[in-house]
């Protein structure tokens, strides 16, 4: 047995608060993640976070600059560029705002395995026990179309009364619906 086998057995699995639907989708999502990760060897496309990041990064940028600049010339110096920075600011924003609602939707993997790219996005309303998986399969096939697979469950089918995750029974729902996409990408 290898180390990381030993510390995985012996680590001590808490129990989720079955009544807080965003941890549940969390625990799920990184379920999905593992799935495909670690067990069928895909490697993770992470462009979706650099351009969030940078995004991110470009407006702190605008605010330490405009921090900066009043700090070397006080106020009634730095209206001007205070203002232009405070615009560059809400504009970059609103664009990260667009981005992560238009763009991203929830995506939480993009993959890549060979020639297969895997899209990965989940979805749980507020108070709800609904998870949705969709999952957009793509090979470099000229003549291919993408092949979509959903699940729709209510958690209790994943997670039992106690709160405990039963990971063996959604890696298991999981490799079904996968299957199913592959078989009908080769058919």
Do not use: H
Request: with cysteine; aromatic share 12%; net charge neutral.
């Amino acid at each position: 047995m290898s180390k990381n086998e030993i510390e995985s057995e012996t680590d001590i699995i808490n129990p989720l608060d079955k009544w807080d639907g965003s941890a549940i989708k969390n625990r799920l999502d990184d379920a999905v993640i593992y799935f495909f990760m670690q067990i069928n060897n895909y490697k993770e496309n992470l462009i979706l976070v650099s351009i969030r990041l940078a995004l991110s990064m470009a407006a702190v940028s605008v605010a330490v600059a405009a921090l900066i600049w009043d700090y070397l010339n006080p106020f009634p110096n730095s209206r001007s560029v205070l203002m232009i920075c405070v615009c560059f600011y809400f504009i970059l924003m609103g664009i990260l705002t667009l981005y992560t609602t238009f763009v991203e939707k929830g995506i939480f993997l993009k993959a890549k395995n060979g020639n297969k790219y895997l899209t990965v996005s989940s979805y749980m309303k507020r108070f709800d026990d609904q998870y949705q998986l969709l999952i957009e399969l793509v090979t470099d096939d000229k003549n291919s179309k993408p092949v979509e697979s959903k699940i729709k469950e209510s958690i209790s089918r994943w997670i039992d009364e106690e709160g405990y995750f039963l990971e063996r029974k959604f890696q298991d729902d999981l490799k079904r619906t996968y299957g199913k996409m592959l078989n009908k990408k080769v058919n």
